[in-house]
């Protein structure tokens, strides 16, 4: 099991209980710090203090003292007409990950809900009952609103969940079916649960987990086309990228010259040109940049998920209770806008790659890497597809962050809109993945005309393991199946690719 704490969760946790089902168990010195948390609200309740959230209105309604035998009914309320999401649901991973790391919120114990609000939340994730979350109608401040009501409903017995085939169902049955019995919210509990980022983070992490095996896979499928275009090995030489200085550049130079490392066909500076076009001389300075921007994405992620980020905090056992702004997405609407960035990037020099696979005037192979040239198109709507997507990655990396529209009466006139920077992050690595399929499929296909035998061992090795996923082109075929099976086959944390492939595949 994975303790969760409040403060102590890393990515690589999250990849246990995401994609290995991992269970969680909460730390006993966090329980006792929830427990002293929910005395101050009672206290508070008790007290007939005005603190917000706890017995006041919320938003714009912050001024409407709420009656002690209302506070009830102002919670249910707030889950109720706060579940107003549209759209697609996200993902359940992501739907898991969201209750992850709000339960690993509110552990830090500056939230006051009951033990048995955060115990319900570690049996619906170990029990694997996941919320059905519509993705869109969240602002990214004031939290997740939208998105973490449809989370909260469930724990009163409402709202849908994901069944065992992954249809969306009723939680009443499921619950039942469980054993797990829900729970009437009292005062401070539902806001508790929905004032977060949550939404954003949770997405967030799994682009993260897929952009940086995209990142790795980009070198891989590179160095490869680098065989199948015969490119110039020097540019991969230490002292140029340490003459820069970059730590992330220095490695890909590095982890690309190990790919190559024994192949034939890799020239050197004078043979055959003096050097390389951009696409190829250029691959550890482009995704390179990508990887910084990607060190930081990951920086700013394991912050933001042992981070309390609801509102009211309460503080010195209840002396001090503070309404703040750290429901606010920025700091990750940035990073998710800088990931989006970057990971087009990574498609668009992939797409460059490929054009110059298939165009017969900037290489020596077969036009269109066709046998047939003319009776066979071959690659060439292939290359088609992958300029579409990075076209439409170009519109989806507008950064989301610079927007903001004001709500609420405008009491919250400044928001993040980094739920929706997140979503789009998540678009751009779904078209990047498979731009990068394509420049596989022309790299395996290039490879060959060129002889298995003189690619370095450590891509020969590569090409069998993806013939196995994708055959070779001996004639016109629907190609979009081949791309789809490699875009999975690159996926980690697809069903499929793991069953394919084992894990020292994607190192």
Not at 160 to 171: I, N, Q, R, T, W
Not at 286 to 301: F, N, T
Request: hydrophobic residues 40%; aromatic residues 6%; charged residues 25%.
């Amino acid at each position: 099991m994975i303790e969760l704490t409040g403060h102590s969760l890393t990515i690589d946790q999250l990849k246990r209980i995401l994609i290995d089902n991992e269970k969680v168990t909460i730390s006993g010195k966090s329980m006792q710090k929830v427990r002293e948390s929910r005395y101050a609200v009672d206290q508070i309740v008790s007290d007939k203090e005005t603190v917000y959230g706890i017995n006041t209105g919320f938003g714009k309604f912050s001024d409407v003292i709420i009656h002690k035998e209302d506070v009830e009914d102002l919670q249910l309320n707030l889950i109720r007409s706060h579940a107003c999401g549209v759209g697609e649901p996200f993902p359940e991973m992501v739907s898991r990950a969201m209750m992850v790391l709000r339960l690993n919120a509110l552990l830090k114990g500056f939230s006051g809900v009951r033990v048995v609000l955060v115990e319900l939340l570690a049996e619906l994730i170990n029990k694997r009952v996941h919320p059905v979350i519509p993705q869109q109608g969240s602002l990214g401040a004031s939290g997740d609103l939208a998105p973490l009501a449809h989370l909260a409903l469930v724990l009163i017995g409402e709202g849908k969940v994901y069944d065992e085939s992954g249809k969306a169902v009723d939680s009443t049955g499921v619950l039942t079916d469980k054993g797990i019995k829900p729970i009437v919210l009292q005062a401070k509990e539902g806001l508790a649960l929905i004032n977060g980022t949550q939404a954003m983070v949770a997405m967030g992490v799994v682009n993260y987990i897929e952009a940086e095996q995209l990142a790795f896979d980009s070198e891989w499928i590179a160095a490869m086309t680098m065989e199948g275009l015969e490119g110039i090995i020097d540019a991969f030489h230490p002292a140029v990228h340490e003459a820069r200085g970059y730590p992330q550049q220095i490695e890909v130079a590095k982890r690309m010259s190990e790919w190559l490392e024994g192949s034939q066909l890799i020239t050197k500076q004078g043979e055959k040109r003096v050097q390389d076009a951009y696409s190829l001389r250029c691959i550890p300075q482009v995704h390179g940049a990508s990887w910084q921007a990607l060190d930081y994405v990951k920086e700013k992620l394991e912050i933001e998920i042992n981070a309390a980020t609801d509102n009211p905090l309460i503080f010195e056992e209840g002396k001090l209770v503070i309404s703040g702004g750290n429901f606010h997405g920025q700091p990750i609407a940035l990073a998710m806008d800088f990931m989006k960035i970057a990971v087009a990037e990574l498609a668009n020099i992939s797409e460059r790659r490929v054009e110059r696979l298939v165009n017969p005037q900037l290489n020596d192979l077969p036009a269109f890497l066709s046998l047939q040239p003319g009776l066979q198109s071959g690659a060439m709507i292939m290359q088609y597809v992958a300029a579409s997507l990075v076209s439409e990655n170009k519109t989806l990396a507008h950064p989301a962050s610079v927007d903001s529209i004001p709500s609420s009466a405008n009491q919250e006139d400044h928001v993040s809109m980094g739920t929706t920077a997140s979503r789009h992050a998540s678009m751009i690595i779904q078209n990047a993945r498979r731009v990068l399929a394509i420049e596989c499929i022309c790299s395996l296909q290039a490879a060959e005309y060129k002889e298995i035998g003189n690619l370095s061992p450590k891509l020969q090795e590569k090409w069998k393991r993806m013939r196995e996923v994708v055959p070779s082109i001996t004639k016109d075929r629907v190609f979009s199946e081949d791309m789809e099976k490699v875009n999975q086959t690159l996926n980690p944390i697809s069903k499929i690719s793991s069953l394919k492939m084992k894990k020292e595949f994607y190192v």
